[in-house]
Every structure is written in structure tokens, then in C-alpha cells.
């Protein structure tokens, strides 16, 4: 007999051998699985058979068994498996905008392991749900769902404990969830949605999350807050704040963030992570950061904090004078003889094959130790050679023959720091910390690191994220990270902030990762952050309006790391500033067109945003040109576009200023904006002479005469 799952949205029909026979969407009346694909809803795997009688008939290896029988009574599946005798005992909980599968416990009998001195069953993983779903126009790999303008089907997970996957097949692909032991097996849940589109959907979505107590990711994705960029500081002093609310305001932020260095003592890269110590410009500590943090309220920015909350730095008191024992070990190794203090040679009992042997990396964890190693043997006696011992400022001391020690997991950014261990209590008296400081008043985050957990990564990631933000006195307007799993959707709305990119490659770098994620990233419903971009000496006008345009045409924000040093040595801050001004304008207002937004995208061409003479803005597409015969270390840029059958020149000096030579005549016109202030034009023999130094806009003759000009443009 068939067992019938529902609810307003779907129905799901499963046969008594637990093969899914239809999925269909009411709404829409369509058929959702793939045809034929024969491929049970559940299983259950062990790492060997472990009943005595299959053991001796199948080989011993990790081994898959697919269920093979179903019933139903009431809110409860049973579910039977081949070969092995025992069962399952699934819930459901069907919602109106979802179905839930909980494995509940395991029925075994008193035949299923006879006589063997074990907690049974020994299920090493269990598959919760896995349906073999169509191929649509998108798919999320993220959000893992598959979905079009009229269906979306979604297997999610209501914990970061479940391993939420998909594996693509031809035309189809098996969306699975599963359970694993160690992390949570029984109690661990999965959920099915189904729903008519991508609204439909987010609908849907939300009531899951709003029922289940979990981070509102709809509710952020929806809000206006996701489309404004960012003003990043590392550095937040008392007597900075006023300069640094001022210069965000002129570049029209109505975010900023903060980085953890500016509230906390700084070493060296990452090295005093996990202290979390107020520095000296927080005498009183949470007090003087709230004071801090409602002074940039006040002024009507919306301030972020900015941590890395799964590092443990090398001088921090958690590994001087004596390593915690809570820091992540991605191999043991036991000593195979005693190690007294002045031994250079560590013997252990285990192969050192595929050892780390990074310079910065060789270091061993044994008790409070640390030891820096120079080589090892690779045969017996297996040995750790030339090392130095009570490295990282530890105590050196003796340890016994038998000590279980190994390789710390050195964070491959710097090695400045340790991950810590995500199974342990280190985690939460970290999270601790870092939630502390953004209760301070701080209302959205940026999770860096997030990557440095233990495997499995898709479970840890998440829930190392998870243990922050479920301690914020506050739901986030909305969260970034580094890294992300699957449970991260709902805390992640932001998506992830692409790293620095140099000034010379900027443009080439923003078409190819962010333009291109971004089309991705769609499919998870999520849009993403342009930044990270690092405010330069050399940053001007042309790289912002390059990366903010494509950003903004994506409906995405962008993220400045500003320094006020370099705000202050850059020529062209007054008008770096009025660019991004202008494009979070736009995105504020909503401004842009899709046939604008369309534009674009393109990579290959370039836009400018102009306020025109009546103060209304303009987009226009301009070209870059170069002097003719100069090479581009002349310090003038210069952008041709045209308007109103009127061809005209953005010009700007990118070190300060000069007097330069157009070859050009006829009357022109130089001013500062469009219809405002008019500048000096000197005409002289055989041309003009005029000032270069902020942007300004040259324009009164054909554009075959000023690209002309402009090829021939030098120095007076």
C-alpha cells in the first residue's frame, strides 16, 4: 500500500518498498521526480556489516543498505532495510508550507547483533530524505533547490547537524539530507518544501524559519538593508569617529563596520585572536564602546561588527605560556618514547607519511607545548628531527612515553593563528566574547574565518556561525561571511564579501569572480557583496565607477576598507567619495531600469553617472583614452562619452595637479560638474591650456577634435 505525505503545497506518494512514486506541486498540478529513477527514501550506512552472519558474506567496507520496506500509523514511518534485519522509526511533521522527516530511534531485535558487546545499531550515517528531482532553469547549490518561475523544490534542514546535499545526475538530481553519528543521528531532522515559484517559495521558507526559531533569512533578504554598501574600518579611536562618520556621510554610507582591531588589542596578523582585550582607546570597555557605537547611531549610520570567530592567535593567552588543550589537532601522534626537556628528537608511534612540512607549519601541540619541528623520518623508528621546543612562547616540559600530542591546525592565512576545536567548550567561551562586544549596539556582522572549523566542513561552518549569532541580543539586519554551508542561508543573507584586489588588475578581477558569482549566487536567492576593496593611494574615480556600477546593476552593494590615512593622501578622495555617493544614491532610489541594468553587466564597457545640468542624474557609457605616445604613468585620466549629440571629456590628475596642453581650438568649456562651476581655459598658440587636478568636464567641439586632443594631451 502507498504512503501519502501532504500538505497545501505538495504530495508526495511513496510505495510500501520506500520508492518514491510522485512528487507533485498542487498548485501547479506538476509531476516534480524523475522518472524511473528507482531510488529509495531512505538508508542507513555502517563503516563494516557488523551482525556476525553478514559480515562473513559481504565484504568489510562502508556499506550502504537502501531501505526496501515503509508503513505508516499516524505521524510515524517504519522503515526496513535490505540484508540488515533491524528498523527505523521516522516522524513526520507535515506543516502547510513544509514536511518534515525526524528520525526518531532504531526497533531492534534480539537476532539483529546476538552476543555482541555493543550500544546497537551501529548506524554511522542515516539518510533522512533523498528524492530524485527534475532539472529546472536554476538550481541553488547552496540553498540546495531546484527552481524556475513556476515550482521550486527544497530539501532543507531545521540545525546545522543535518548534511545537507545534492548530487547531480543526468537530468535529474538526488536532494539528500543526512544524519551522522558523532554529530547527531537520532533527533536529527530534514525538511521538504515545495512550492509554486520563487515568492511562493521565500513564503514558504519563511514560515519554516519563523516555526522553527531560526534566523529570519527571508525577512533580511527582503529588506532594503541588503542593497547598501559599506565603510570598513580597522581603526575607530575617540578622536577618530567624527572624521570617520563625516567621510562615510560624504561617500553616502549608511553602513559602517568595524573591524575587531579597533576595539581589541592588535598583534600581529591574527595573533591575539581569542583574547578579545579592550585596547587603550577602551579604557572602560563595554561602556566606552557603546558610547562609541551610539555616537555613529546618532548620526544616522548603521554600525556593523566585523570578527573572526573561529581563531585562536599564537601569542594569545590560550597558547602562551601553555597551549589550551581545546585547540584543533588535525593529526595525533603518540609518543613513543619519554621526551625529556632538552630532547631535540620526538619519537612516535605512528606513521608520519604526507606530514606538514611548511615552514610555518611544522609545529607539534603535546600537552602545553609547543614544538617546532625541521624534518621527520619516514620509516621506523618514526621520529620528529631537529626540534625546538617551547616554541610560541610555551612552558617546555618532560612528557611521558604513551602522551597523545599532534599537528595543530596552523591557519593557512599567515599562520598567525590556531583554529580552535568546534567540539569543544573553547568554541562557546569564544562565542561568548564576541557577542558580549556586539550587544554593545552594534546591528550587523561579518563572520571572517569562517572556513577554519574541523570536518565536516558543511556541519561545522555553519554551526561555528551558529553559536555567535544565536548569542546577539538582536537579529541581524543582515550577516556576511567568508565561508558557508548549507544551515548558513539563514544567517548568511548577505552572501560573502570578495577579497582586495589590486588597483592594476581591479576592473579585470571584479568581471571575473564577483560579476560571475553573482549569476550563481542568484540561484541561492542571495545576492552577494563586490567588496572587499581596499581604498588606495592610487584608487581614483574610474575603478569605483567601474566596480559600483556592476554592482549596483546587480543589485548588490559593495564594501570599502578605508583608512583615514589614505582618504587623506589620495588626491582624489573628494571625488572617490562623490562616486560612491551618487551610486548609493541610485541604489537607495531604486533609479536604475532593467535595460540599464542590462548595459551594465557587460564587462567590456564602462559607464559613468552624471548629475546633468538640471540635477538629475545620467548614465552614459564612456571609453577611456589614452595619450597618444605617453606611457600611462602620465598622471592625467581622461574618459570620452557623449550626450545630447554633444561629445565630451572627464578629466582628473591621479597625484595633484598640473598645467596641461590640449592641441585643440574653438571655444570649450571646463567646468567642475555639469552646468556648475566654470574653470580657467588659457587658449595659446595652437591650442588651450588648462588646470587638471579634481574631476572636471571639458566639452564644446566634436568628438573626433577632443579624442584628438586628448591623444596629444602633456605636461606644460
Known amino acids: ?31 516534480l521526480l524523475y522518472e524511473n529513477a528507482n531510488i529509495p527514501l531512505f538508508s542507513l550506512t555502517e563503516e563494516r556489516p557488523y551482525n556476525n552472519e553478514i559480515k562473513l558474506a559481504h565484504p568489510n567496507k562502508r556499506t550502504v543498505f537502501k531501505a526496501n520496506s515503509l508503513s505508516r500509523r499516524g505521524d510515524r ?76 523544490v527544497c530539501v532543507t534542514a531545521d540545525s546545522p547537524y543535518a548534511r545537507v546535499d545534492a548530487e547531480e545526475r543526468d537530468g535529474f538530481y538526488i536532494m539528500k539530507a543526512d544524519a551522522i553519528r558523532g554529530i547527531r543521528l537520532k533527533g536529527c531532522a530534514a525538511s521538504l518544501i515545495v512550492s509554486p515559484g520563487k515568492e511562493a517559495f521565500l513564503d514558504a521558507m519563511d514560515s519554516f524559519e519563523r516555526e522553527n526559531s531560526l534566523p529570519l533569512g527571508v525577512e533580511s533578504r527582503r529588506s532594503d538593508d541588503i542593497n547598501r554598501s559599506v565603510y570598513w574600518t580597522p581603526t575607530l579611536a575617540p578622536d577618530e569617529i567624527d572624521k570617520h562618520i563625516e567621510r562615510a556621510l560624504q561617500g553616502g554610507f549608511e553602513f559602517m563596520l568595524v573591524y575587531y582591531t579597533a576595539l581589541f588589542c592588535e598583534g600581529e596578523g591574527y595573533t591575539l585572536c581569542g583574547n578579545y582585550d579592550f585596547n587603550n582607546d577602551y579604557p572602560d570597555g563595554y561602556e566606552s564602546v557603546r558610547a562609541a557605537i551610539a555616537k555613529i547611531k546618532a548620526a544616522g549610520i548603521i554600525p556593523g561588527l566585523h570578527v573572526l570567530q573561529t581563531h585562536i592567535g599564537i601569542k594569545s593567552r590560550y597558547v602562551t605560556p601553555r597551549a589550551d588543550h581545546r585547540l584543533r589537532l588535525v593529526r595525533h601522534f603518540t609518543l613513543a618514547k619519554a621526551l625529556g626537556r632538552d630532547d631535540t628528537t620526538l619519537y612516535v608511534e605512528q ?127 543582515f550577516c556576511e561571511g567568508a565561508a558557508k554551508a548549507h544551515f548558513s542561508w539563514h544567517m548568511l543573507s548577505g552572501g560573502n564579501a570578495f577579497d582586495i584586489f589590486p588597483t592594476d588588475i581591479f576592473k579585470k578581477m571584479i568581471a571575473k569572480h564577483p560579476l560571475e558569482e553573482i549569476e550563481r ?51 582624489r578622495t573628494a571625488d572617490n567619495l562623490e562616486v560612491y555617493r551618487r551610486w548609493e544614491d541610485v541604489r537607495r532610489k531604486k533609479w536604475l531600469s532593467d535595460e540599464q541594468k542590462a548595459l551594465l553587466k557587460d564587462s567590456e564597457r564602462e559607464f559613468t ?69 566654470r574653470l580657467t581655459i588659457d587658449k595659446t598658440d595652437g591650442g588651450i591650456e588648462i588646470t587638471v587636478s579634481d574631476r572636471g568636464y571639458l566639452h564644446g567641439c566634436d568628438i573626433k577634435e577632443l579624442v584628438s586632443a586628448l591623444e596629444r594631451i602633456h605636461i606644460v
Open 77 to 152: 514511518l517504519t522503515v526496513g532495510f535490505e540484508k540488515v534485519g533491524f528498523k527505523a522509526e521516522v516522524s513526520i511533521i507535515e506543516r502547510p508550507t513544509y514536511v518534515t522527516f525526524r528520525l526518531e530511534d532504531f526497533i531492534v531485535g534480539p537476532d539483529d547483533f546476538p552476543d555482541l558487546s555493543m550500544t546497537p545499531p551501529p548506524v554511522s550515517e542515516f539518510c533522512l530524505l533523498q528524492l530524485p528531482i527534475k532539472k529546472r532553469e536554476r538550481f541553488g547549490e547552496w540553498l540546495n533547490i531546484v527552481w524556475d518561475d513556476k515550482t521550486a
Open 351 to 477: 606513521s608520519t607519511e604526507g606530514t606538514v612540512m611548511h615552514p610555518n607549519c611544522r609545529v607539534l601541540q603535546f600537552g602545553g607545548e609547543m614544538i617546532r619541528y625541521e624534518s621527520y623520518t619516514t620509516e621506523p623508528p618514526y621520529a620528529f628531527l631537529g626540534c625546538e621546543r617551547g616554541c610560541f612562547g610555551t612552558d617546555i616540559t618532560e612528557h611521558e612515553m604513551g602522551t597523545i600530542g599532534g599537528i595543530p591546525d596552523i591557519s593557512e592565512y599567515g599562520a598567525t593563528s590556531i583554529y580552535l576545536d568546534q567540539d569543544t567548550s573553547l568554541a562557546d567561551e569564544v562565542a561568548e566574547k564576541i557577542a558580549k562586544a556586539y550587544n554593545a549596539g552594534f546591528e550587523f556582522a561579518y563572520f571572517d574565518g569562517s572556513e577554519g572549523t574541523n570536518p565536516p566542513f558543511e556541519i561545522y561552518v555553519p554551526m561555528a556561525q551558529y553559536r555567535v549569532y544565536k548569542r546577539f541580543g538582536r537579529s541581524p539586519r
Open 521 to 571: 549566487m542568484r540561484n541561492d536567492m542571495t545576492r552577494i557583496n563586490f567588496g572587499w576593496w581596499a581604498y588606495r593611494e592610487d584608487t581614483m574615480p574610474d575603478i569605483i565607477e567601474y566596480g559600483t556600477s556592476k554592482a549596483a546593476a546587480c543589485d548588490c552593494p559593495v564594501a570599502v576598507q578605508i583608512s583615514l590615512g589614505a582618504l587623506d593622501t589620495n588626491p
Open 1 to 31: 500500500m502507498n504512503v501519502i505525505i501532504e500538505n497545501e503545497l505538495l504530495r508526495l506518494t511513496v510505495g510500501d518498498d520506500c520508492v518514491p512514486k510522485s512528487l507533485i506541486c498542487k498548485r501547479s498540478g506538476e509531476e
Open 609 to 677: 553617472l552624471l548629475v546633468n545640468e538640471s540635477g538629475d542624474y545620467e548614465l552614459v557609457k564612456c571609453q577611456r583614452i589614452l595619450p597618444e605616445g605617453v606611457s600611462e604613468s602620465l598622471p592625467i585620466c581622461a574618459y570620452i562619452f557623449e550626450r545630447a549629440g554633444k561629445a565630451y571629456a572627464s578629466v582628473w590628475h591621479t597625484k595633484g595637479s598640473d598645467r596641461v596642453f590640449l592641441p585643440i581650438s574653438g571655444d570649450l568649456t571646463y567646468e567642475r560638474e555639469l552646468g556648475g562651476e
